[in-house]
């Protein structure tokens, strides 16, 4: 059974930091590529940043230069290291995965940046 479970989400202030946590459980973990999506108040679910089974990562425009998307085998976790925190960063913070075609999603986390 596929699982992702994120956590590290929080209440921060702007140009704070925050590194979020994705732990993941019934897949081939080094196979997979993995991602982010951010869904702010109101808004729809948007992609944050990928990270490939090959190591090749990409950002939206909105978080270059401030996020930094990383992962560690042993323990099956993708992070997203967020710097430079801004209130339109406030959302809801997924990490995801396919698997044959099938896309699994955590219960999310918080992040809520006040200015």
């Known amino acids: 059974q596929v699982q992702l479970v994120e956590s590290g989400g929080g209440l921060v202030q702007a140009g704070d930091s925050l590194k979020l946590s994705c732990t993941s459980h019934?897949?081939?973990?080094?196979?997979?590529?993995m991602a982010w999506y951010r869904q702010g108040p109101g808004m729809q679910r948007e992609w944050v940043a990928g990270?490939?089974?090959?190591?090749?990562?990409n950002y939206a425009d909105s978080v270059k230069g401030r996020f930094t998307i990383a992962s560690d085998i042993d323990s099956r976790t993708v992070y997203l290291e967020m710097n430079s925190l801004k209130p339109e960063d406030t959302g809801v913070f997924y990490c995801?995965?396919?698997?044959?075609?099938?896309?699994?999603w955590g219960q999310g986390t918080q992040v809520t940046v006040y200015s």
């Open positions: 990270l490939a089974s090959d190591g090749t990562t």
């Open positions: 995801t995965t396919l698997v044959r075609g099938f896309a699994y």
């Open positions: 019934g897949i081939l973990f080094r196979n997979n590529d």
